[in-house]
T-cell receptor
Framework: NAGVTQTPKFQVLKTGQSMTLQCAQD?????MSWYRQDPGMGLRLIHY???????DQGEVPNGYNVSRSTTEDFPLRLLSAAPSQTSVYFC???????????FGDGTRLSIL | AQSVTQLDSHVSVSEGTPVLLRCNYS??????LFWYVQHPNKGLQLLLK??????LVKGINGFEAEFKKSETSFHLTKPSAHMSDAAEYFC???????????FGAGTRLFVKA
């Protein structure tokens, strides 16, 4: 039982490049979300999904896109990377809203 | 609107002494409240959750938290700190009405030998 798997674990990008952070869960959870973690700010919600085909914006959605074509996968896309997007990104899933979330180990992203 | 305030950014205790990590929240609806722990370079792990069944919630590793509606608080406690408790702790509110989850800024716990 793998839980929530994030890839890659580390990534360095140049300003303007695009990339996709992958997230997969094998628990058949409906609710999935993406957070960014910055020092002194806790985790801030970027986007979330309550089921396949349904996504919505969180607190800090600008510069990021998501899609949810299957229950298992919830990729996060950076369209044109900016230094302000340097952060640690966490994907999480839960059975439903209001239930405890299971977190991946994070992707450490640096934008030069 | 919902919010979470962790009142201390850092807490330092000696091994074997009690731990108190403070959290206040605001929510327009009956919230679900959680405490998570994050060890260095790791993801977050659930310590405990409150979902209105009981005001005193027991979690893993000897931690517990008490929901006080009148004070809008959900403080995390442990009777005796262990070196392995050194980590960052996050108080979290999940608002069914808002469909969103809000994290506090975190409290880093240091445990001295």
């Amino acid at each position: 039982n793998a839980g929530v798997t994030q890839t890659p674990k580390f990534q360095v990008l140049k300003t303007g490049q695009s990339m996709t952070l992958q997230c997969a869960q094998d628990m058949n959870h409906e609710y999935m979300s993406w957070y960014r973690q910055d020092p002194g700010m806790g985790l801030r919600l970027i986007h979330y999904s309550v089921g396949a085909g349904i996504t919505d914006q969180g607190e800090v959605p600008n510069g990021y896109n998501v899609s949810r074509s299957t229950t298992e996968d919830f990729p996060l896309r950076l369209l044109s990377a900016a230094p302000s997007q340097t952060s640690v990104y966490f994907c999480a899933s839960s059975y439903s809203l209001g239930q405890p979330q299971h977190f991946g180990d994070g992707t450490r992203l640096s934008i030069l | 609107a919902q919010s979470v305030t962790q009142l201390d950014s850092h807490v330092s205790v000696s091994e074997g002494t009690p731990v108190l990590l403070r959290c206040n929240y605001s929510s327009s609806y009956s919230p679900s409240l959680f405490w998570y722990v994050q060890h260095p370079n790791k993801g977050l792990q659930l310590l405990l959750k409150y979902t209105s069944a009981a005001t005193l919630v027991k979690g893993i590793n000897g931690f517990e938290a008490e929901f006080k509606k009148s004070e809008t608080s959900f403080h995390l406690t442990k009777p005796s700190a262990h070196m392995s408790d050194a980590a960052e702790y996050f108080c979290v509110v999940s608002d069914l009405g808002g469909f969103k989850t809000i994290f506090g800024a975190g409290t880093r716990l240091f445990v001295k030998a």
